[in-house]
């Protein structure tokens, strides 16, 4: 189980919002290649950058933040980007740049035959992001709830060939109010690529919660406020993943 630091960016800075509002960003850091060389050094063994200014835009923003975060890390460990990214030759770009896995979202569902074409360019390296309230699929940013069904939607693009599904309870994220472990299952149970989970990490219970539930496809889990903020010792946190891991194989 990858516990699987967030470095969300606006403006050039590393930020974390509450329910995906732009208005409601907390600035952790002016400096977020210094971020995540400190994420780095407490064993992260991925990290998860999001273009915030991008996914409103529909283009990158941050840019130049992004390629300095991935000069920063020198190909240690696999980094993972979405916001903004609405056609192959930003990913082109972003993957030749060093990023390791390139995450779309509002593309997949606004773009028609967007993302298929991206997993057939670039196999094994196409992740989807699909963030959800009530088993709605949210776009634009979490702006607008769409009518499609989360279930459905992962299903087919399951069949494009993504590497795996993130998962995002948009209720939840930023809110240090749980993960909603029930809804991530229930998506895993339907699919057999593997599922990222995200939103509403709290503390080390949430840790306990998901790796509970690892044996149902779950891969890793991202967090980001809860890290920043304390109520969530990373390093901790990802010692804790290891050890009921290993307890779980055994099992």
């Known amino acids: 189980m990858l516990i699987i630091p967030a470095i969300d960016l606006k403006d050039g800075h590393c930020v974390r919002l509450k329910q995906g509002v732009m208005e409601e960003a907390t600035v952790f850091s002016k400096e977020p ?7 780095l050094s407490q064993g992260a063994r991925r990290l998860h950058l999001v273009d915030l200014n991008g996914a409103f835009a529909g283009k990158p923003r941050n840019e130049e933040a992004i390629c300095e975060i991935v000069r920063a890390i020198n190909n ?30 509002t593309a997949a569902i606004k773009i028609p035959g967007f993302l298929q074409d991206a997993c057939n360019a670039f196999p094994g390296q196409i992740m989807v992001g699909l963030d959800a309230k009530d088993g709605k699929v949210a776009v634009d940013g979490w702006s607008k709830i769409t009518g499609h069904d989360v279930v459905d939607l992962a299903r087919k693009f399951e069949g494009y060939g993504v590497e795996a599904i993130i998962y995002t309870d948009i209720g939840r994220d930023g809110m240090l109010s749980g993960i909603n472990a029930k809804a991530t299952v229930e998506l895993a149970r339907e699919l057999t690529i593997p599922i990222i989970a995200s939103g509403g990490i709290t503390n080390i219970d949430d840790v306990h919660t998901l790796c509970e539930i690892e044996s149902e496809g779950i891969m890793g889990a991202i967090t980001g406020r809860a890290i920043y903020e304390g109520s969530l010792n990373f390093m901790e946190a990802q010692i804790l993943a290891d050890k009921l891991s290993k307890s779980n194989d055994i099992s």
């Open 33 to 39: 290649s210094e971020m995540a060389i400190h994420w």
């Open 76 to 105: 240690l460990i696999p980094i993972q980007l979405g916001g903004g990214i609405r056609d192959l030759d930003t990913i082109e770009r972003y993957l030749d740049n060093g990023i390791t896995y390139i995450i779309i979202g």
